[in-house]
């Protein structure tokens, strides 16, 4: 966890959450899926002349009508109760009834003609022999409103089938215009500047595309009674204005480390000219060297603070301007260098960052392997060891500060790859072992693919033992959720390598060309030279299980 003292920005409670209840109420056309979709009143307090799902908060009352409700095996009370808020809420925006009668028809146009949408629903309901069909109500999607909104809501996004026969009549007070849409056009009409929608919408209807048919969503929710996905967007600022990511989109583990109470504060443009403060002792300089294998560029970091002297990871190319802004940013007092491993965007540039500071702080890493390309040759000054720690510290007006980075040797990338952990602040800086964005090649003979999932294993059982919570890679923003991340990557590389022994299966005489084809189809081409080195890490792996086998 980080140190409350190392956050560059004042916290502030966000608002309290108030529990809602959203209904995608669905039908197929012969287009696709439309869903129903209503715009708000422009006085509204929330999303004002938004198109919307109908959906409000949910009242004590619908807590007790669970008696009222058919209920499918499986379902809580907390489901039960969000399926009759849906239901109360689509009845009194929209006139949708979704209730059976007693010989198990659904309600028709008659029933709902009988029932007064001012007047207590539950009620009427009773009266008319009318159960609430929450049973066929699913739990699609979890939503929190972002922590910097004045006004939050804890929302379920439920899905119904909308009844034959029955059609949406707006109450004209908080919803209008009620209008059926495939989510691909409300999508294009949104980007077109003539359908506002609100970004749990849009994230919504992305994800509703991926289906066929209504009854294609139904199974996928009744195949699980959780949420698809759940989400508490977070905000920053691209290109000068906010933008919002759900917890899979790169930037949100940024975003969680550098403004956790999810102030909208921090700007995500990548930019080579100014270092990137990310903690009070941690900054960010990425180098101008942006490419196919180095995404924005190769990130350099700065630990440590005026009071302590800083360490400086992965100094990056030998490029004069980029060595100049590091020096710059830590005032000339650099303590170590440290390069995670010796590829030449990692390692080239620090003996010309040494020659710039007066004392010159020792180069720090390991040693290139004979394996190692000519072009990743690398000698520090000294060798670290695996479990040593690299320790600044200094009396600051607050008292004494210490920050320890400690090492953590992990193979596979390169053969001399090492990572540190900021022990403090639960951040790991991962140098190319685990990168934002995409996954890091494994290149024999000095990367070797066992070793990369050992060390794997390694980082989660360190996230565990030193509560590593953020990521910070060589390549790209920082990572949230450090040990889930590191678990998702080990999986991600076992599927691939399912495939790799799948593809050899399934042409035992096939030739690397034959099987990145097949391994890697969900790749652009463009790739596959690249990938190929991957892939003859996992053959050269798989080989080792079963001795014997060469690769052709």
């Given at each position: 966890?980080?140190?409350?003292?190392?956050?560059?920005?004042?916290?502030?409670?966000?608002?309290?959450?108030?529990?809602?209840?959203?209904?995608?109420?669905?039908?197929?056309?012969?287009?696709?899926?439309?869903?129903?979709?209503?715009?708000?009143?422009?006085?509204?307090?929330?999303?004002?002349?938004?198109?919307?799902?109908?959906?409000?908060?949910?009242?004590?009352?619908?807590?007790?009508?669970?008696?009222?409700?058919?209920?499918?095996?499986?379902?809580?009370?907390?489901?039960?109760?969000?399926?009759?808020?849906?239901?109360?809420?689509?009845?009194?925006?929209?006139?949708?009834?979704?209730?059976?009668?007693?010989?198990?028809?659904?309600?028709?146009?008659?029933?709902?003609?009988?029932?007064?949408?001012?007047?207590?629903?539950?009620?009427?309901?009773?009266?008319?022999?009318?159960?609430?069909?929450?049973?066929?109500?699913?739990?699609?999607?979890?939503?929190?409103?972002?922590?910097?909104?004045?006004?939050?809501?804890?929302?379920?996004?439920?899905?119904?089938?909308?009844?034959?026969?029955?059609?949406?009549?707006?109450?004209?007070?908080?919803?209008?215009?009620?209008?059926?849409?495939?989510?691909?056009?409300?999508?294009?009409?949104?980007?077109?500047?003539?359908?506002?929608?609100?970004?749990?919408?849009?994230?919504?209807?992305?994800?509703?595309?991926?289906?066929?048919?209504?009854?294609?969503?139904?199974?996928?929710?009744?195949?699980?009674?959780?949420?698809?996905?759940?989400?508490?967007?977070?905000?920053?600022?691209?290109?000068?204005?906010?933008?919002?990511?759900?917890?899979?989109?790169?930037?949100?583990?940024?975003?969680?480390?550098?403004?956790?109470?999810?102030?909208?504060?921090?700007?995500?443009?990548?930019?080579?000219?100014?270092?990137?403060?990310?903690?009070?002792?941690?900054?960010?300089?990425?180098?101008?060297?942006?490419?196919?294998?180095?995404?924005?560029?190769?990130?350099?970091?700065?630990?440590?603070?005026?009071?302590?002297?800083?360490?400086?990871?992965?100094?990056?190319?030998?490029?004069?301007?980029?060595?100049?802004?590091?020096?710059?940013?830590?005032?000339?007092?650099?303590?170590?260098?440290?390069?995670?491993?010796?590829?030449?965007?990692?390692?080239?540039?620090?003996?010309?960052?040494?020659?710039?500071?007066?004392?010159?702080?020792?180069?720090?890493?390991?040693?290139?392997?004979?394996?190692?390309?000519?072009?990743?040759?690398?000698?520090?000054?000294?060798?670290?060891?695996?479990?040593?720690?690299?320790?600044?510290?200094?009396?600051?007006?607050?008292?004494?500060?210490?920050?320890?980075?400690?090492?953590?040797?992990?193979?596979?990338?390169?053969?001399?790859?090492?990572?540190?952990?900021?022990?403090?602040?639960?951040?790991?800086?991962?140098?190319?072992?685990?990168l934002n964005g995409s996954t890091t090649v494994i290149d024999p003979p000095d990367g070797d693919m066992t070793a990369y999932l050992d060390s794997l294993d390694k980082l989660r059982a360190a996230c565990a033992a030193h509560t590593l919570d953020f990521i910070a890679p060589a390549h790209g923003y920082v990572l949230g959720d450090a040990a889930g991340n590191i678990a998702r990557l080990k999986a991600h590389r076992l599927a691939r390598e399912a495939k790799v022994i799948q593809a050899m299966q399934a042409a035992p005489q096939g030739s690397m060309d034959d099987w990145v084809r097949i391994v890697y189809d969900d790749v652009p081409p463009r790739m596959w030279?690249?990938?190929?080195?991957?892939?003859?890490?996992?053959?050269?792996?798989?080989?080792?299980?079963?001795?014997?086998?060469?690769?052709?």
């Amino acid at each position: 966890m980080v140190r409350p003292t190392q956050l560059l920005h004042v916290q502030r409670e966000p608002a309290a959450l108030r529990p809602a209840a959203t209904v995608l109420l669905l039908r197929d056309s012969a287009a696709g899926i439309e869903v129903l979709m209503t715009r708000r009143s422009l006085t509204a307090s929330f999303a004002p002349g938004a198109y919307v799902f109908p959906g409000g908060g949910i009242d004590a009352a619908d807590a007790r009508a669970h008696a009222q409700a058919s209920r499918r095996p499986g379902q809580s009370d907390l489901h039960l109760t969000q399926a009759i808020a849906a239901i109360r809420e689509s009845h009194e925006e929209l006139g949708v009834l979704l209730a059976r009668r007693a010989d198990g028809s659904m309600a028709g146009p008659d029933d709902v003609a009988a029932i007064d949408r001012a007047g207590p629903l539950f009620e009427q309901c009773a009266r008319l022999g009318l159960t609430l069909a929450a049973s066929e109500v699913f739990l699609l999607a979890h939503w929190i409103t972002d922590r910097d909104l004045p006004r939050r809501f804890d929302v379920p996004f439920l899905v119904a089938r909308m009844p034959d026969g029955q059609e949406p009549v707006a109450d004209e007070s908080e919803q209008f215009e009620p209008v059926w849409v495939r989510p691909a056009d409300a999508l294009s009409r949104h980007q077109a500047g003539q359908f506002f929608i609100i970004f749990p919408t849009i994230r919504t209807l992305e994800r509703l595309q991926a289906f066929a048919s209504v009854q294609a969503v139904l199974d996928a929710c009744a195949a699980n009674e959780q949420p698809l996905w759940s989400s508490c967007p977070r905000a920053g600022l691209l290109a000068g204005k906010e933008a919002r990511y759900m917890e899979h989109e790169s930037p949100y583990g940024e975003l969680a480390l550098v403004s956790p109470d999810g102030q909208i504060v921090h700007n995500l443009d990548w930019q080579c000219e100014q270092p990137v403060p990310l903690l009070r002792n941690v900054m960010r300089l990425t180098a101008p060297n942006p490419g196919v294998m180095t995404g924005p560029g190769t990130n350099s970091y700065l630990v440590g603070d005026p009071y302590t002297g800083y360490i400086a990871i992965d100094p990056g190319p030998a490029d004069a301007e980029h060595l100049d802004r590091l020096w710059r940013a830590a005032a000339g007092q650099i303590r170590f260098i440290v390069c995670t491993h010796s590829h030449p965007d990692h390692s080239p540039g620090a003996a010309p960052l040494q020659a710039l500071c007066n004392p010159r702080p020792p180069v720090l890493g390991l040693p290139s392997a004979s394996t190692a390309r000519a072009a990743s040759r690398f000698t520090p000054d000294r060798a670290l060891v695996d479990g040593e720690q690299l320790i600044v510290e200094g009396d600051s007006p607050a008292g004494r500060v210490t920050h320890t980075l400690q090492v953590i040797y992990t193979p596979g990338h390169a053969a001399n790859h090492l990572c540190l952990a900021l022990l403090e602040d639960g951040l790991l800086f991962s140098g190319d072992h685990v990168l934002n964005g995409s996954t890091t090649v494994i290149d024999p003979p000095d990367g070797d693919m066992t070793a990369y999932l050992d060390s794997l294993d390694k980082l989660r059982a360190a996230c565990a033992a030193h509560t590593l919570d953020f990521i910070a890679p060589a390549h790209g923003y920082v990572l949230g959720d450090a040990a889930g991340n590191i678990a998702r990557l080990k999986a991600h590389r076992l599927a691939r390598e399912a495939k790799v022994i799948q593809a050899m299966q399934a042409a035992p005489q096939g030739s690397m060309d034959d099987w990145v084809r097949i391994v890697y189809d969900d790749v652009p081409p463009r790739m596959w030279p690249v990938a190929m080195r991957s892939l003859l890490a996992h053959v050269e792996r798989v080989q080792a299980m079963e001795p014997g086998n060469t690769v052709s």
